[in-house]
């Protein structure tokens, strides 16, 4: 009788361990730290910070093309979302997005996932700007697509190289830099605008990381 009457009692403890063990393998996983899908006002160039949803977030905008980054959007198609557009970018270009006062640990698990499309050679690269000042951009891109897509990068298994934020253009190659301590997250294709058959589009983006607290100056 007391063997019947343990068993229960061993299979919920065995139960409640398994959800402890399930939990703890999750908690390494870090959680939204933010999320940007542009307001719903209209079309603007360049995009400003008018444009930014949330609203601990500083955007910024760099390179010889930055004053004709546009904030596009249209009536039709009928689910046309409200996006970044580099079409009409005079130069190379580039659009990163921080927090007002953290810094984000991406080291551990981070991972970067966007809605974007891309015609003609433009491949959308992923910035980092770190809290030293330097600047780096991921070797892999997210290329053509005929249509809106989704694609998620994990940042430990991409390839970096340092970005000259002047002109817009990879320099060296960097091996395993330490994405403990980054100040703002963008993009760029590192192109030109050509037009509707040329250009970059970012619908929205999110980054997984964790939120620090910023070293005072």
Known sequence: MTHKRSTPLLLLALLVA???LQAQDQSYRPGLAFREDWKEIPAETPVNQKHVNHPDLILGLFGPGKDSIKKSHHDQPFDDPYYIWSGTCLGTWAVALEYRDHDLDLSRYGKIRWRSKQYGFRQLHIILGMADG????SRQADGFSGDWRVREFLLADL???TLDMESI???KPVSDPDLGRVRQVGFTDLMPGGGSEACSRL???EVYGYLVERKSK
């Open 134 to 137: 330097t600047w780096l951009v």
């Open 169 to 171: 253009h990879e320099l």
């Open 18 to 20: 398994l959800q402890g």
């Open 159 to 161: 390839d970096w190289y």
């Open 203 to 205: 619908d929205w983006i």
